[in-house]
């Protein structure tokens, strides 16, 4: 009797996106050239040929940002008068259109595309990249969204996966696949109610899951869809900004591909301050008036960015508390508190939520997989998760 297809458990993420599959009861991801299973969610139309997914399409943001689309999860299904897509718009160099309530569409040289058609190339690749290392085909897969996805987005992410040659089974938060994926179900999980802070690069979700048995039930849920490390990026580049300002008053925020590599340059300074008090910050080209600037090079600290980041770091906390109340309990009432997402690796993240859920705090280790790996494991054992 031939084994049943493996399910594709499926993560597109507004940063990075990942697949994974349960094979022989271990999680195998689907893995780029470069051997990663965090796959940026970066398309690239170029002048010629195929389009391009990923790390080749992120080394084109520098170059030719007008036509490298990154950041697209954010308005799926979102029309472009949306508080999502005027945020994208503003922060990006390639452009958006949109007319009435239809979803917005991305303008590139290779004509004008749906946020779900962009976003239909990353889940392609992701099935590619699995059919190459698993040497079969797949065409059946669960896919998560954010909690507070509406029945848009749900629809949508059916349409992208349709489009990418797969049939969704199934469409899950990605909290509670994150509680999966950290064995909330298992024999050693705790029976009482565990708060999952999912802080992904484009949104956060909250939710109250408490096991059930050998299942998992869902109490509340909460989150913020205009909040995420993206945003970090954004605060972090508006601070150099006004710094540039200082020190030669040039606006650039007023030069789209300029203000675009800044915002590059954030994100890879972000990701060092998480393992490091300080960082080196480079950015050719970008201080004085056009035709006569220098470089900015300067080295920036942890604390330099608690004021620009502490409003989305306090949002992300009364978005918590409302969780937590809404399910009818108070911060003592938790077992834990499970971090999932990138943008938990940021230490003024993880010192906020420490500080106001007095409760211990169970640290993932590779907060950007779990989300895939919990939906791929409900592929496997779909009566993990109680409806």
């Not at 997989?369 to 496997?380: F, S």
Request: glycine fraction near 10%; proline fraction near 5%.
């Amino acid at each position: 009797m031939a084994a049943a297809e493996p399910i594709l458990g499926i993560d597109l993420g507004t940063t990075f996106s990942t697949a994974c599959v349960v094979m022989d009861g271990r999680f195998h991801y689907a893995l780029d050239n470069r051997g990663d299973s965090c796959i940026p969610s970066v398309v690239h139309f170029p002048k010629a040929g195929a389009v391009l997914v990923g790390h080749e399409a992120e080394k084109l943001r520098t170059t030719d940002p007008v036509n490298t689309i990154a950041g697209i999860k954010r308005v799926i299904a979102r029309p472009i008068d949306s508080p999502a897509a005027r945020v994208l718009d503003s922060a990006s160099a390639f452009k958006l259109k949109g007319v009435g309530s239809s979803e917005v569409k991305v303008i590139t040289r290779g004509g004008e595309f749906s946020a779900s058609q962009v976003a239909s190339f990353i889940v392609r690749h992701l099935k590619e990249r699995a059919e190459h290392r698993f040497g079969r085909s797949m065409t059946k897969c669960f896919m998560t969204v954010p909690v507070a996805a509406g029945q848009e987005v749900r629809d949508a992410m059916v349409r992208i996966g349709r489009m990418a040659g797969l049939e969704v089974l199934r469409i899950l938060s990605e909290p509670v696949a994150g509680a999966l994926a950290r064995g909330l179900a298992g024999a050693a999980a705790t029976d009482k109610p565990s708060l999952v802070f999912d802080f992904g690069g484009g949104t956060l979700d909250t939710t109250i899951v408490q096991r059930q048995g050998g299942r998992i039930s869902v109490h509340a849920v909460g989150g913020d869809d205009c909040l995420g490390g993206n945003d970090f990026d954004l605060a972090f580049a508006r601070f150099v900004a006004n710094h540039i300002w200082g020190l030669a008053g040039n606006d650039v925020t007023k030069d789209a591909l300029l203000f675009d590599r800044i915002q590059r340059q954030c994100e890879l300074v972000k990701r060092a301050l998480s393992l490091k008090p300080e960082s080196r910050f480079f950015v050719p080209d970008a201080v004085g008036a056009a035709g006569q600037r220098r470089p900015l090079e300067t080295t920036v600290k942890r604390e330099q960015l608690y004021l620009p980041w502490k409003e989305l770091v306090d949002r992300s906390l009364a978005v918590t508390a409302q969780t937590v109340v809404d399910a009818g309990l108070k911060p003592k009432d938790l077992g834990n508190v499970m971090l999932i997402g990138g943008t938990t690796f940021v230490p003024q993240v993880r010192e906020a939520v420490a500080r106001t859920l007095p409760v211990t705090i169970d640290l993932e280790n590779d907060p950007q997989t779990a989300v895939a790996r919990g939906a791929a494991l409900l592929g496997a054992m779909p009566h993990l998760l109680l409806d």
